[in-house]
């Protein structure tokens, strides 16, 4: 499949074929449908190679959206043509930072070998690009990827926003 690969420090990005992923157990393989890039990657790909904490090659992309193309062993609640987005800061979950909302601030995710697509695990700026199931029992596996219904954005915006603000919704159960 194609892929956006970052291969050197300082390097512009590359168009390369590499073997499609297979998804492990507790992931999905996604067709990916969109692909957002952002200022981390620029900033990233500015790293001189001793602050570059990722390995080389590295698939770009930690803005994914796509249908699920196939399952791994485990993923039970999603089918073959799902609509998903990938929720890139993933954490334990259970951790202080997690419990506020801030998994991308996750105390665990070295130890657990947790990393975002596109900064460590393999990125959306490809074809196809694998992503846990957090429903699954196997999820939490090194890819680290969060897969969740397409509203996971905006409904993080608005819980931040609203403990910001101290509004109180009518609606907030939606
Ligand atoms: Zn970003
Ligand atoms: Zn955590």
Same mark, same amino acid.
């Given at each position: 499949?194609?892929?956006i690969q %970052? @291969?050197r420090?300082g390097?512009?990005p590359?168009l &390369?074929?590499?073997? @499609?992923p297979?998804p492990?157990p507790?992931e999905?393989l *996604?067709?990916?449908?969109?692909a957002?890039?952002?200022? =981390?990657d620029? /900033?990233?790909m500015?790293?001189p190679a001793e602050? /570059?904490? %990722?390995?080389?090659?590295?698939? *770009?992309?930690?803005?994914?959206a796509? +249908?699920?193309?196939a399952?791994g ?8 043509? @799902?609509?998903?987005? &990938? %929720?890139g800061?993933w ?9 506020q909302?801030?998994?991308? %601030? ?7 070998g947790?990393?975002?697509?596109? *900064?460590?695990?393999?990125? !959306?700026? !490809?074809?196809?690009?694998?992503? +846990?199931d957090?429903?699954s029992?196997s999820s939490g596996? !090194? @890819?680290?990827n ?5 509203? =996971? ?7 931040m ?5 101290g &509004?109180r919704?009518?609606? +907030?159960?939606?």
């Open positions: 499949m194609k892929a %970052y @291969t420090i390097a512009e590359e &390369v074929e590499i073997p @499609t297979e492990g507790g999905v *996604l067709q990916i449908t969109a957002g890039v952002c200022h =981390s620029e /900033f990233v500015g790293l602050q /570059f904490g %990722y390995d080389l090659p590295m698939t *770009l992309g930690h803005e994914g796509g +249908s699920v193309a399952v062993a485990g993923v039970t609640d999603l089918e073959i043509g @799902t609509n998903v987005v &990938v %929720y800061p954490g334990c979950g259970r951790c202080w930072h997690c419990a909302g801030l998994e991308n %601030y996750c105390s665990r995710a070295r130890e657990l947790i990393a975002p697509p596109g *900064l460590g695990a393999p990125g !959306a700026i !490809a074809e196809r690009s694998p992503a +846990s957090p429903t029992p596996s !090194a @890819t680290g969060l897969l969740r219904a397409s509203a =996971s954005s905006p409904v993080h915006t608005r819980r926003s609203l403990r910001r603000t &509004v919704a009518a609606n +907030s159960s939606s």
